[in-house]
């Protein structure tokens, strides 16, 4: 069975960074693409940054250039890197696996965390 737990959220001034980190049991780490997400309140789980199977990464539009995504294969951790953190940041992030269909990478949605509360001040 799939687990999936976010961790290192809370409050930041803007301008401030973050530093999340996400653990997957039950999967082969390393073969798997994965993603961060968020839900800011009243609206959807957006993803944001994601990492293919071979560690190539892609960002939304709205981090890019202040969000860095990178896995550690060693200890299976994700991590997310949030810089000069936003108002607009502030959202429950989460992380979850990405299937890969052979031309686009998909989320694999049939299990979340818990999530980690990001709060920015400004």
């Known amino acids: 069975q799939v687990q999936l737990v976010e961790s290192g959220g809370g409050l930041v001034r803007e301008g401030g960074s973050l530093r999340l980190h996400c653990t997957i049991s039950?999967?082969?780490?390393?073969?798997?693409?994965l993603g961060w997400y968020r839900q800011a309140p009243g609206k959807h789980r957006e993803v944001i940054a994601a990492?293919?199977?071979?560690?190539?990464?892609a960002y939304a539009e709205s981090v890019k250039d202040r969000f860095r995504i990178s896995r550690d294969h060693d200890t299976k951790i994700l991590y997310l890197q949030i810089n000069r953190a936003k108002p607009e940041d502030t959202a429950v992030y989460y992380c979850?696996?990405?299937?890969?269909?052979?031309?686009?990478?998909?989320?694999?949605?049939?299990?979340w965390g818990q999530g980690t509360q990001v709060t920015v001040l400004s």
């Open positions: 039950g999967i082969d780490f390393s073969r798997w693409g």
């Open positions: 979850n696996r990405r299937g890969f269909s052979g031309t686009e990478y998909y989320t694999i949605d049939d299990s």
């Open positions: 990492l293919s199977h071979g560690d190539t990464a």
